[in-house]
């Protein structure tokens, strides 16, 4: 017998096909040990529910989707932001926060500061609320330490987090720590050196991550980053195009990195090559709304071409504070023109893919893990619609039902 079986009840597979969603309707569900073992018409059902599984559970018309995944985000920080983006909505520059001791350096600050439990602590709060609001994968980033021993500390308090999928990414190249300001390619070697090899040997980062911008490093400085994470078998991804275009994107394609984040300033070569290497493009809707940005992603462009396209939270402290797929998923919509499908798409089947994890999870499919959200809607449409609210019913991590 199965374990677990879920009728009277509508899926939305997101599995790619003519009908919107992948909908199967009055549908049902089966898992065994962790994995998908059954999903169809409930009519086709091989027998009598009760002859079929050890629990059979009713829905009641709910709809069923894959647990949502967020694959940006930066949820391990050791304080939060909120008096600095008060000083700004007061009028406060950027340059008189900083010489306060305000922007990333003050979380890099507070997180060297922070013990792993405390680390742990705030960062579960944050994870709740994503559990809260459907979502059962979680990649988080490390990136305010900046040094080997905080990195790592960083990574270990994410692998901590418990009540979710969590998949852990190095962020060292995320920007220049104070004591090496005089000394770009000093810290470059310390990632590439001591690092990526640290973190790959203790099998604390899935992958590795840098912030190539004006701002943050160039490309022949990710060129290092990239080349160190790959000889240590880990695969890249990046921040890229956001601010400036310093071809972020071409430069992940060419090193057939898992996404390419933010993506205002994306041009044509960029999408091009993603879409040769299968490279995910990733929005982060919070970020531009809290930013007040005004440069728009190119949405067609990237339809166009065939790039899948993920959408995720990219929770921090300084420029999105936000915990919440389904509000992402409205702002996809709302700001960048997504439907509600392809947004719906962008916190499942496509950000499975953004973490290299499409043969895992993502989509409601046999052999998939029973990762699973239901939710107490009339049209799955509505979980990109209700501003503000989350109409979870239940969360179902591999199997188990955690609501």
Same mark, same amino acid.
């Given at each position: 017998?199965?374990?677990?079986?879920?009728?009277?009840?509508?899926?939305?597979?997101? +599995?790619?096909?003519?009908?919107?969603?992948?909908?199967?309707?009055?549908?049902?569900?089966?898992?065994?040990?962790?994995?998908? +073992?059954?999903?169809?018409?409930?009519?086709?059902?091989?027998?009598?529910?009760?002859?079929?599984?050890?629990?059979?559970?009713?829905?009641?018309?709910?709809?069923?989707?894959?647990?949502?995944?967020?694959?940006?985000?930066?949820?391990?920080?050791?304080?939060?932001?909120?008096?600095?983006?008060?000083?700004?909505?007061?009028?406060?520059?950027?340059?008189?926060?900083?010489?306060?001791?305000?922007?990333?350096?003050?979380?890099?600050?507070?997180?060297?500061?922070?013990?792993?439990?405390?680390?742990?602590?705030? #960062?579960?709060?944050?994870?709740?609320?994503?559990?809260?609001?459907?979502?059962?994968?979680?990649?988080?980033?490390?990136?305010?330490?900046?040094?080997?021993?905080?990195?790592?500390?960083?990574?270990?308090?994410?692998?901590?987090?418990?009540?979710?999928?969590?998949?852990?990414?190095?962020?060292?190249?995320?920007?220049?720590?104070?004591?090496?300001?005089?000394?770009?390619?000093?810290?470059?070697?310390?990632?590439?050196?001591?690092?990526?090899?640290?973190?790959?040997?203790?099998?604390?980062?899935?992958?590795?991550?840098?912030?190539?911008?004006?701002?943050?490093?160039?490309?022949?400085? +990710?060129?290092?980053?990239?080349?160190?994470?790959?000889?240590?078998?880990?695969?890249?991804?990046?921040?890229?195009?956001?601010?400036?275009?310093?071809?972020?994107? #071409?430069?992940?394609?060419?090193?057939?990195?898992?996404?390419?984040?933010?993506?205002?300033?994306?041009?044509?070569?960029?999408?091009?090559?993603?879409?040769?290497?299968?490279?995910?493009?990733?929005?982060?809707?919070?970020?531009?709304?809290?930013?007040?940005?005004?440069?728009?992603?190119?949405?067609?462009?990237?339809?166009?071409?065939? +790039?899948?396209?993920?959408?995720?939270?990219?929770?921090?402290?300084?420029?999105?504070?936000?915990?919440?797929?389904?509000?992402?998923?409205?702002?996809?919509?709302?700001?960048?023109?997504?439907?509600?499908?392809?947004?719906?798409?962008?916190?499942?089947?496509?950000?499975?893919?953004?973490?290299?994890?499409?043969?895992?999870?993502?989509?409601?499919?046999?052999?998939?893990?029973?990762?699973?959200?239901?939710?107490?809607?009339?049209?799955? #449409?509505?979980?990109?619609?209700?501003?503000?609210? #989350?109409?979870?019913?239940?969360?179902?991590?591999?199997?188990?039902?955690?609501?």
């Amino acid at each position: 017998m199965w374990d677990t079986l879920l009728i009277d009840g509508h899926a939305a597979t997101m +599995v790619a096909s003519e009908r919107p969603y992948g909908a199967i309707l009055n549908a049902a569900l089966a898992m065994e040990a962790g994995r998908i +073992v059954w999903i169809g018409a409930q009519a086709d059902l091989p027998g009598a529910p009760g002859d079929l599984a050890q629990t059979v559970e009713s829905l009641d018309g709910r709809w069923i989707t894959p647990g949502l995944i967020d694959c940006h985000t930066h949820l391990v920080f050791g304080s939060n932001r909120a008096v600095e983006w008060e000083m700004r909505l007061n009028g406060a520059t950027y340059e008189e926060i900083a010489r306060a001791g305000g922007g990333i350096l003050s979380s890099v600050k507070a997180t060297r500061g922070a013990t792993q439990a405390e680390l742990v602590a705030s #960062a579960q709060h944050r994870l709740n609320a994503l559990a809260a609001a459907g979502a059962t994968t979680v990649e988080i980033k490390s990136g305010y330490g900046l040094d080997l021993d905080s990195e790592l500390k960083m990574l270990r308090a994410a692998g901590d987090l418990t009540g979710a999928r969590i998949v852990r990414t190095l962020l060292a190249a995320h920007a220049l720590p104070p004591e090496f300001k005089d000394n770009r390619a000093g810290y470059i070697d310390l990632i590439c050196e001591q690092i990526i090899p640290a973190a790959a040997r203790a099998g604390l980062a899935d992958a590795v991550d840098a912030f190539c911008e004006s701002i943050g490093f160039s490309p022949d400085e +990710v060129t290092r980053v990239f080349q160190a994470a790959r000889a240590h078998g880990l695969p890249v991804k990046l921040h890229a195009e956001q601010l400036t275009n310093q071809h972020g994107a #071409a430069l992940t394609a060419r090193y057939h990195g898992l996404s390419a984040d933010h993506l205002e300033h994306l041009d044509d070569e960029g999408i091009a090559a993603m879409a040769e290497a299968g490279t995910v493009a990733v929005l982060l809707p919070g970020a531009f709304y809290f930013l007040k940005d005004t440069k728009l992603p190119p949405i067609q462009a990237l339809r166009d071409a065939g +790039v899948p396209v993920a959408v995720a939270t990219d929770c921090n402290p300084g420029t999105s504070p936000l915990t919440s797929l389904p509000l992402a998923m409205n702002m996809a919509c709302t700001l960048f023109g997504l439907t509600p499908e392809e947004a719906l798409a962008g916190c499942t089947r496509h950000g499975a893919a953004a973490l290299g994890l499409a043969d895992q999870i993502g989509t409601l499919e046999v052999g998939k893990a029973a990762d699973l959200a239901v939710w107490n809607i009339d049209e799955p #449409a509505e979980l990109a619609y209700w501003l503000g609210a #989350a109409p979870l019913s239940q969360r179902w991590l591999s199997g188990r039902n955690l609501t």
